[in-house]
């Protein structure tokens, strides 16, 4: 029995999940674990060692040996990878369809839920991915999905990668429809809506309403 809660995440890209559960966890008090971020570290340490995001067994034992944490630098939270600060490098439009790659195949599920679970098993943590709730925490005592209109979603991704323009919307919004299709279709761990989970359409709504409606979830959690 953990004495606090496990909470999950899970939703698809741009939906503000990572937004949503650094500000959740801040409040609760809790320790957040981007496991989005450990699949994309994956995709980038497999493009370095000139593994394909194609081939399941190699990418596995990529997911194997990553040498990854998280720290808090300067008040925000980063991601270290074999000591290298890989915060901004895994979010290019590049390393996030990687990700969605390379998560498709079991070798790499297996490994990274392993660690998650680990992180994971005291509770008082938030988890936020595509198969938090499904597979990593079936059992978390409170689950969310987090969901917003396609267009919206590619807007806010727009903003987070390319706050310049560089990269159309009509550009971003079809990455963000290959990606969904990819990531709900796939033989492992497709994104669905856990058991148990509510369902928060974050189309028009703020940070704060949506965070705000979690810790209304949150059990013992002061509002």
Do not use: C, N
């Not at 720290?71 to 490098?89: I, N």
């Not at 369809?97 to 079991?106: D, I």
């Not at 396609?150 to 919004?173: D, H, K, T, Y």
């Amino acid at each position: 029995m953990r004495s606090r809660p496990v909470v999950t995440i899970d939703g698809p890209s741009g939906a503000g999940k990572t937004t949503v559960s650094k500000r959740l966890a801040e409040a609760a008090g809790f320790v957040r674990i981007d496991t989005g971020a450990m699949y994309r570290a994956v995709a980038l340490a497999a493009r370095r060692a000139g593994v394909s995001w194609d081939d399941a067994v190699p990418l596995g034992g990529v997911a194997r040996e990553l040498d990854l944490s998280f720290r808090t630098v300067a008040g925000a939270p980063r991601v270290f990878l074999s000591g290298e600060d890989v915060s901004d490098t895994i979010r290019t439009p590049e390393i996030s369809m990687g990700a969605s790659a390379v998560s498709a195949h079991g070798p790499v599920r297996e490994s990274l839920v392993a660690k998650q679970r680990e992180m994971a098993r005291e509770g008082g943590v938030v988890l936020e991915g595509r198969d938090t709730g499904t597979v990593v925490f079936p059992d978390a005592e409170v689950k969310f999905f987090l969901d917003a209109a396609a267009a919206v979603r590619a807007r806010r991704r727009q903003l987070e990668i390319s706050p310049s323009g560089a990269q159309s919307f009509e550009e971003v919004l079809r990455d963000v429809l290959r990606r969904d299709v990819r990531d709900s279709t796939r033989e492992h761990s497709p994104l669905r809506v856990a058991d148990g989970a509510l369902y928060i359409d974050s189309t028009t709504m703020t940070v704060d309403e949506v965070v705000g409606e979690m810790l209304r979830r949150l059990p013992g959690v002061p509002r």
